[in-house]
């Protein structure tokens, strides 16, 4: 069994300090989800983008907590909440699609993106999905890992799916996790 990095320890000693909740995304959060995207990834959201993802109904919510005494937090809500991370899912008939998921920096590896994707299952299943889907970038083996432990397989690949620099294209991994017998994790 490998031990865990000191680095991880503390990370997860201060996750395990943290207490959060989910809320709507709501247009107000938009400027400040469009900049922790910007600090997130290389071809992040536009305004727009999540401007859209609010304004056409899709699940967006945002994993928010009071600050840590002494923290001092990049993105806030107006009331003052830490944005923890965040997550862009649409419902189908059957199925539903998750489109953005996001956890701040500073906040990775703590654990965070499994709550999100975990709360993601269980608000589809109680829609009546039968399936989580997803696409991945070919290169982001992080999350693939992720998404494997925590059941999702592995079903295909969308070529040319992501940007990347200099007109060049990414392809996508397109994963799902099957929903109709699955269980939160003890």
């Given at each position: ?5 000191p ?30 995207e ?31 005494p ?12 830490v ?24 906040y ?11 709360a ?9 999905a ?40 990414e ?9 109709a ?6």
């Amino acid at each position: 069994m490998q031990s865990a990095s000191p680095r991880t320890n503390a990370a997860c000693a201060v996750a395990q300090e943290r207490r959060v909740s989910f809320i709507p995304m709501t247009a107000a959060h938009v400027p400040v989800i469009a900049e922790l995207e910007k600090a997130a990834y290389t071809h992040p959201w536009t305004r727009n983008n999540l401007q859209d993802a609010v304004l056409h109904h899709n699940h967006a919510q945002l994993l928010v907590s009071e600050p840590l005494p002494g923290e001092l937090a990049t993105w806030h809500t107006a009331t003052g909440e830490v944005v923890v991370g965040y997550f862009v899912a649409m419902m189908g008939v059957d199925e539903a699609h998750l489109l953005n998921i996001t956890v701040a920096p500073q906040y990775r590896r703590q654990g965070w993106a499994t709550v999100m994707l975990q709360a993601l299952a269980v608000w589809a299943q109680g829609r009546g999905a039968q399936t989580l889907w997803l696409e991945v970038r070919q290169s982001n083996e992080g999350a693939k890992a992720l998404y494997r432990a925590l059941q999702f397989e592995d079903i295909g690949v969308r070529k040319r799916y992501y940007p990347l620099n200099n007109q060049a294209r990414e392809d996508a991994q397109v994963m799902r996790l099957p929903l109709a017998d699955w269980r939160m994790p003890k």
